[in-house]
């Protein structure tokens, strides 16, 4: 026979109620409907990995800002570079005029050398994420070569290895350079390329110093010093047509003074810079061991790393190397020098020299306009990839909602149904006990009498 205290015992300390009511307040209280394992094992692992696709869209989307702000600025960059190509093209157009004298045209070559010194400025210093977008090649030379600067100590000799190798690369936008050797009793010649492999100063190619070192000609050059870990360009290729061997020159802005290959007897040699308008590249051709001093009044600044930026799905520098199917927005360099357009030599000084500028210029404003191009179809595919990733993460995010979040409605409606049976549990036990203590207050009244 089931007694009212028997059955307010048992609905009292049933576990399914205390369980139930334990869970829904967890869940109200966290917000989850999966707070362990054991709530739901299979949802618990697909909500993991929607988890995982959530940030890495979260991080997808900073990629591509990231991405679009590079293109941005370079495409800034390169309209600049656009309206200084505009101002040139008009110079070359004036002094084709007839009327203008001798004078009248190097005064015009005296702006038309500056805007080019500005157009090279843009190349070097128009910067996005630590990274030069509109240099080229030249960024070979940080990878490959320390610069003037690691290599020696201002104003302190140091000592080196001769053979056949660069030395070190003077950044563009440098200004009063020295460098003196002494080679002992060894001939180490002092020699000054461009990364387009342009021998600007040093010995030439007759010299029994490169026979020794097993170049005797242009080919031998580009196989032996030529390469990208000297940091020549692929393209590299020997031109000795303004090599000068002594006394003093001006090459594409740039005055070189050279004392010149003095031997036999004089293993010393000196020469000095007056500014950079390029990077240039110091080798040493010789045998044994050479001191150097170098000096200087400033240095430009180095080259940057990497040849691209990458907008993919986990940072900035991540690779192909992830899985299949993996979706990557790559930004190629557009290099801007006047190396890389080939205005290195250009001047308005004859009307010969202003047409060559002019197919020049032209030539050039129609790569600027190319790259800017580029760029703009760049941005625009990164904002739609940027529409698409914020759509695919709603989605996302609300597949991963309906299995993890909790529904306030089910649980606040299971927590009152449990408080409802626990209240009337304690209600119905406190009765009980009350009837208990009347039977007997009746019964111990009844015996008294």
């Keep these: ?27 109200l209280s966290s917000g989850l409907r999966i707070n362990k394992a054991a709530d739901d094992s299979a949802g618990l692992q697909i909500s993991n990995r929607l988890t995982s696709e959530s940030l890495a869209k979260n991080q997808l989307r900073r990629n591509l800002n990231d991405g679009i702000s590079y293109a941005q600025i370079a495409e800034g960059g390169l309209q600049e570079s656009a309206d200084i190509l505009q101002r040139m093209r008009q110079l070359a157009m004036q002094s084709q005029n007839g009327i203008n004298t ?65 030395v ?25 390329f461009t990364t387009s492999g342009r021998h600007l100063v040093g010995t030439p190619l007759s010299d029994n110093v490169w026979s020794t070192n097993n170049v005797n000609s242009t080919s031998d050059i ?49 020469l000095t810079i007056d500014n950079t308008n390029e990077p240039l590249i110091i080798a040493v051709v010789g045998q044994g061991v050479f001191d150097a001093t170098v000096d200087w009044d400033t240095l430009g600044a180095a080259g940057s790393g990497g040849n691209s930026f990458e907008a993919g799905p986990v940072d900035i520098t991540a690779t192909n190397s992830l899985s299949d199917g993996t979706d990557f927005i790559n930004l190629t360099k557009t290099p801007v020098g006047l190396s890389d357009l080939d205005m290195v030599e250009s001047d308005v000084l004859t009307f010969e020299n202003a047409e060559v500028a002019l197919q ?23 904002e739609s990839a940027l529409k698409l990733n914020d759509r695919m993460h709603e989605g996302l995010m609300a597949a991963r909602s309906q299995i993890l979040d909790t529904d306030f409605a089910a649980e606040t409606a299971k927590s009152t149904q449990a408080q409802i049976v626990e209240q009337a ?9 009350s009837t208990d203590e009347q039977v007997l207050g009746l019964l111990s009244s009844v015996s008294s009498n």
Excluded: C
């Design 360 to 382: 020049q210029i032209d030539d050039a404003l129609e790569y600027v306009s190319e790259s800017r191009a580029f760029y703009g179809a760049k941005m625009n595919q990164m």
């Design 425 to 433: 549990s304690i209600s119905v036990r406190a009765q009980a006990k």
């Design 168 to 192: 070190a690369y003077i950044p563009a936008g440098s200004t009063n350079i020295s460098i003196d050797i002494n080679s002992f009793s060894q001939d180490d010649d002092l020699q000054v």
């Design 222 to 270: 580009k196989r032996f010093l030529f390469l990208p870990e000297e940091g020549y360009a692929p393209t590299a290729s020997y031109d000795g047509s303004a090599l000068i061997t002594s006394g003093s020159g001006t090459i594409n802005g740039t005055t070189f003074t050279f004392s010149g290959d003095q031997h036999p007897g004089v293993t010393t040699e000196t």
């Design 102 to 166: 001798d004078a009248d045209r190097r005064a015009l070559d005296k702006e038309f050398q500056q805007l080019k010194n500005a157009l090279n400025g843009i190349a070097y210093n128009t910067e996005a994420f630590n990274r030069l977008p509109l240099l080229g090649d030249n960024d070979l030379l940080s990878d490959n070569v320390p610069s003037i600067g690691d290599t020696f100590v201002k104003g302190n000799t140091t000592r080196l290895n001769s053979g056949l190798r660069s």
């Design 1 to 27: 026979m089931l007694t009212v205290s028997s059955f307010t015992q048992s609905l009292s300390s049933n576990p399914v109620f205390s369980k139930t009511l334990s869970t829904a307040y967890e869940r």
